[in-house]
């Protein structure tokens, strides 16, 4: 079956601009997660939503980033006023979220997001 | 998350075994150990995982000592397409917020022809 989709698969912006990534996760999974994964580096949690649950910010690193999921579907990650610092690949991912939190993540291949 | 430490990087031959270590001696009763793997220019995907008991699937297997300090990867046969970053993951399922994993840098497994 489809994966978890995500897009553009890169993305080029000045600084200063806005970005909006988009992740499209697999159907029936309720947990999405949203990673930042810089250059040569492991994965830093950014966002969590389960389902209709206040999603966990705590990962988010300034209040440039946002992110929003409408249901169980589609979420997009926005970064205002984009900084150098903010290149990196960011990863999506969901899951079936079951008893145990034991569901193996589901990542997509990510956008890899370049600020000039 | 509890800590876990992997080597940085190790090498193998193609069609050998192939053993990646993990250390974690601070697992706690309900840890379960996760390990993933990344290719060039993919995400992270999900190879195994288990509690106490030898696990086995098509990917790999997972060893995990009696203490449940240090568990082991295995890959039966290498192959050019398993060289990845291997991450190995600690994830509580007693509650809190273990749903998020923390990656480390893992080891970084290159395969020879």
């Known amino acids: 079956g489809a994966g978890v989709s995500q897009s553009p698969s890169n993305k080029v912006t000045e600084k200063g601009k806005d970005v909006e990534l988009r992740c499209d996760p697999i159907s029936g999974h309720t947990a999405l997660y949203w990673y930042r994964q810089r250059l040569g580096q492991g994965l830093e949690f950014l966002i969590y939503f389960q389902g209709n649950s206040a999603p966990d910010k705590s990962g988010l690193p300034s209040d440039r980033f946002s992110a929003e999921r409408t249901g169980e579907s589609v979420s997009t990650l926005t970064i205002q006023r984009t900084q150098q610092e903010d290149s990196a690949v960011y990863l999506c991912a969901s899951s079936l979220a079951l008893i145990g939190f034991n569901s193996p993540l589901h990542f997509g291949n990510g956008t890899r997001l370049t600020v000039t | 998350d509890a800590k876990t430490t992997q080597p940085n990087s190790m090498e193998s031959n193609e069609e050998e075994p192939v053993h990646l270590p993990c250390n974690h001696s601070t697992i706690s009763g309900t840890d379960y150990i996760h390990w993933y793997r990344q290719l060039p220019s993919q995400g992270p995907e999900y190879v195994i995982h288990?509690?106490?008991s030898n696990v086995n699937n098509r990917m790999a297997s997972l060893a995990i000592a009696e203490d449940r300090k240090s568990s082991t990867l295995i890959l039966h046969r290498a192959t050019l397409r398993d060289a990845a970053v291997y991450y190995c993951i600690l994830r509580d399922v007693s509650g809190g917020s273990n749903y998020k994993l923390t990656f480390g840098k893992g080891t970084l497994l290159t395969v020879n022809p």
């Open positions: 288990g509690l106490t």
